[in-house]
């Protein structure tokens, strides 16, 4: 995957989640920088606690979708590729949600990263070359109850990787998305331990691991995934 020339880097979007530091390792191995984003100094601590036998082989970078002015260490870089895990957390009946949070919840979520992808593409197209992953959810297509506008801004942002794909994949630049279903980690790990007969819904009957989703995240980031774009 490492390119003749020099050293590739790779953005990671929602760098604390369990998803983004069991990929780190893989990029690593693969001779790939990865420039792990966090949201406060938890965060930070937490990358640097799970990533300790690759100290100088990582990057950790400040960045919260909910503020602009954080996106200032990210604007001037080109990065290779680009891995977004990042997404805000609010579930609610769509006839009872608090509307003022749900404007700021779709500000964050969704106008936020069309910013932030604009100033990574931007960066990208000076090189003429850049791989783009957004990890959604299967929540995107089938929501549940209360996922209303979780499930709208997976779709949402999908779109805009979708067209970056459409609009830059013949300057270099070319996008992917996964649909994850439920995962043993997160969020995905407390709803099965609270609603374990949704489990059924899986023809394995079984949760993914972490490390099967970011071996599929490795694929996409590879030269045999080049033509999965847009899609």
Not at 70 to 96: K, M, N, Q, W
Not at 129 to 134: A, I, Q, S, W
Not at 163 to 184: H, M, Q
Request: aromatic fraction near 8%.
């Amino acid at each position: 995957m490492k390119q003749a020339g020099g050293e590739n880097s790779c953005l990671i979007l929602g760098g604390t989640c369990e998803l983004a530091l069991s990929l780190a390792p893989m990029l690593m191995a693969e001779g790939i920088r990865p420039v792990m984003t966090w949201r406060n100094s938890a965060g930070q601590e937490r990358i640097v606690s799970h990533l300790t036998n690759w100290q100088g082989q990582y990057e950790t970078v400040h960045l919260d979708l909910s503020d602009s002015r954080s996106f200032t260490d990210i604007i001037p870089r080109a990065f290779d590729c680009l891995v977004d895990f990042a997404h805000g957390h609010y579930e609610s009946l769509v006839s009872s949600a608090d509307m003022e949070r749900v404007g700021h919840y779709f500000a964050e979520n969704v106008t936020a990263r069309a910013v932030l992808l604009q100033y990574v593409t931007r960066m990208m197209l000076t090189r003429k070359k850049g791989r783009l992953v957004y990890v959604s959810s299967s929540a995107a297509e089938r929501p549940a109850a209360g996922q209303g506008f979780y499930g709208a801004a997976k779709r949402a942002s999908e779109a805009l990787y979708q067209n970056c794909g459409l609009e830059l994949g013949k300057r270099g630049i070319t996008a992917a998305i996964l649909r994850i279903g439920y995962v043993d980690a997160g969020r995905g790990r407390v709803f099965l331990r609270e609603k374990p007969e949704a489990i059924k819904q899986i023809p394995v009957e079984r949760p993914l691991t972490v490390q099967e989703v970011a071996e599929a995240i490795l694929f996409l980031l590879s030269p045999g995934a080049y033509g999965i774009n847009a899609s």
